[in-house]
């Protein structure tokens, strides 16, 4: 392996940060592929159809690790999975997957903070392999095109990638804290109704 080409180190580092990040939600990973892509737009370095099927492979890859965990871990994993989770969302989700199942996966794999509730809760009620892993993979191509897309709005915007990559990053960030003050306020106007 030649260590002195980006894309020897850039494609395992992809994988690892998405499979890493997608486990223990310690590796901003959709700033890891939206860099990746802004790296592939403003170099030869790096391919991005290999940066979006990388990215959804390793988001697929921990996702399923997840989901298995909750469903078939002891009460310790589940737990070391769910820290830092509120107790009322896990509560929420598991309430709501038993009607729209697939939809969740889906749309908790897009929204910030939003996946593990969603894993956790399907791994407690035993949702079934064979309808989590179809949702599992539309989920995570959806979710690697969408952060790969703000990396090629950057590239393309700069030729030099370390802007780009740090414009890609930035506006990774900004989406989601959008996102996040979205749906908090979204969730206390629900609750100021209730």
Known sequence: MNWTDLS??????????VLVGSIVPIVPTGAVVGAAAAIAMTTGHLS????LLLA??????GDVVTFAVARLGSDAAVR???????????VA???RFARQGWQLVVVGRLLPAGRIPVLLAAGAIAYPWRRLLP???????????AYALLGV???????????????????????TGVI?????RRRERVGNRG
């Open 8 to 17: 020897s180190v850039g494609y395992p580092t992809l994988f690892l940060g």
């Open 48 to 51: 991005l159809p290999l940066v």
């Open 56 to 61: 959804a492979a390793g988001a697929m890859v």
């Open 80 to 90: 070391w999975l769910a820290r830092g989770q509120k107790p009322e969302r896990l």
């Open 93 to 95: 989700a598991r309430r």
């Open 135 to 145: 949702a599992t993979a539309v989920a995570c191509v959806l979710w690697a095109v």
């Open 153 to 175: 709005l950057s590239g393309g915007l700069f030729d030099s990638p370390l802007v780009a990559t740090f414009l890609a990053a930035v506006l990774v960030l900004l989406v």
């Open 180 to 184: 996040n003050l979205v749906a908090r």
